[in-house]
């Protein structure tokens, strides 16, 4: 039986100040990410999806999964994704295999990131930006709420290998309604690391 | 008296310049920004409003400028593309120009008359319309609104919520009586991620009187 964790943040609440906040980072971790995770151990207690993995629980969300389920597994799995896509020494730009897909795909990284800061203003309401390998290409997309490129749900599905957490809980005792200078402000601490890692698989 | 002058008003120069859309604009708020204290923190009045409702009013004008310029240009294509801009500004103009006037410093106790025994009828109690519409609001997966609506075709009350800016009355049909806006911004600087908190505490601001004239006006 697969023990589900909640696994260490990794760095400080204060280790991404001054782009984002301490209590930021507190609440939405020892918070909003702790409470996804109870309450996705409650709604799969005694039903088969126990015996998944994560990433095999988020694979089987469609239409026909109890929002519970739904919510809770991809609230655990996108928070657990997007604390490795963020960190205080972590690689600030692309390189490699990556950099070079990057730059054939969307011209240059100065584009990807206006493509994923352009997605992440236009997600009316919660949700996360998304750079995903679909078909073995890169594509930017976006998911509302806690829905991510692996479920069946999702509109355009791929292999998720970074993500912008675009919740207003994400930023908003620093910058209130201004999602765009949390957008510029999230660059500086973009971990590119996790990305290249999840790219040359 | 009729004169000519009354007639060229009404049948010339009113229709023209009504075909001139003015621009909507962000109604003012009908209380001081600390005035629901400690209910809802100033901090959030002032950013709600000046901030959030300001940038739909502002963003629905630009969509709809927009609008204008592809129907004029037979772009149905631009048309289409515009569509989801309307829905979400519209949305939330519509949605917090009402929530303002929902809210009030002298608000809070309990609904009486007509009201009243609309929610009697319905929920059995007062105290049951509360715990439901909590149990809604806490229900919302990320951002969205809880509703007391009316139905007209049904002749009842209804307790519906909608997702992010979705505006009840062209979403279902129902009539908007009271909001509670559970986006995130709407509580989070003063209750953080304690939602049930904002939901327990709204009710000392609700007016009551406010909900009483939706529904009069509604039938």
Request: proline share 5%; hydrophobic share 40%; with cysteine.
């Amino acid at each position: 039986k697969i023990m589900f964790e909640f696994k260490e943040l990794g760095y400080a609440y204060d280790a991404l100040e001054p782009y984002i906040d301490a209590k930021t980072m507190e609440i939405h971790y020892s918070k909003h990410h702790k409470t996804y995770y109870d309450k996705f151990l409650a709604s799969i207690g005694d039903t088969p999806m126990e015996n998944l993995n994560i990433e095999g629980v988020i694979e089987q969300v469609d239409d026909n999964t109890p929002s519970a389920i739904r919510n809770n597994a991809g609230g655990y799995f996108n928070h657990n994704f997007f604390w490795k896509c963020i960190a205080p020494n972590g690689a600030r730009e692309p390189e490699g295999n990556l950099a070079d897909a990057i730059n054939s795909t969307f011209g240059s990284y100065e584009n990807l990131k206006t493509k994923m800061s352009e997605a992440g203003v236009a997600r009316f309401g919660s949700g996360f930006v998304w750079l995903i390998v679909k078909d073995n290409k890169l594509q930017v997309v976006s998911t509302p709420n806690q829905d991510n490129p692996l479920m069946k749900i999702s509109s355009i599905q791929g292999t998720p290998i970074m993500a912008i957490d675009v919740w207003e809980h994400a930023y908003y005792l620093k910058y209130q309604n201004r999602r765009p200078e949390y957008l510029k402000a999230f660059w500086n601490v973009v971990n590119w690391s996790t990305a290249a890692a999840l790219f040359s698989k | 008296m009729f004169s000519l002058r009354t007639s060229l008003r009404r049948q010339i120069i009113r229709p023209v310049l009504c075909a001139l859309r003015a621009k909507h604009t962000l109604p003012k708020l009908p209380y001081p920004y600390e005035s629901l204290e400690p209910h809802i923190s100033a901090d959030i009045m002032k950013t709600h409003h000046t901030k959030h409702h300001a940038t739909y009013v502002n963003n629905l004008n630009a969509a709809e400028e927009k609008l204008q310029a592809a129907t004029t240009a037979g772009d149905v294509s631009g048309v289409i593309a515009v569509q989801g801009a309307i829905r979400f500004n519209g949305g939330g103009h519509i949605n917090h120009s009402i929530f303002w006037s929902n809210l009030s410093p002298n608000g809070g106790g309990e609904p009486q008359g007509e009201l009243r025994d609309a929610i009697e009828r319905e929920f059995g109690s007062f105290a049951n319309l509360q715990s439901n519409m909590v149990t809604a609001a806490t229900g919302v997966q990320g951002s969205g609104w809880t509703w007391l609506g009316y139905s007209r075709e049904q002749k009842r009350l209804v307790i519906v919520s909608c997702p992010n800016q979705d505006p009840l009355m062209a979403t279902t049909g129902l009539i908007p009586l009271l909001g509670i806006d559970v986006w995130e911004h709407a509580y989070y600087l003063q209750y953080k991620n304690v939602r049930p908190d904002y939901l327990k505490a709204i009710w000392n601001v609700v007016n009551w009187n406010n909900v009483a004239e939706r529904l009069l006006a509604s039938k």
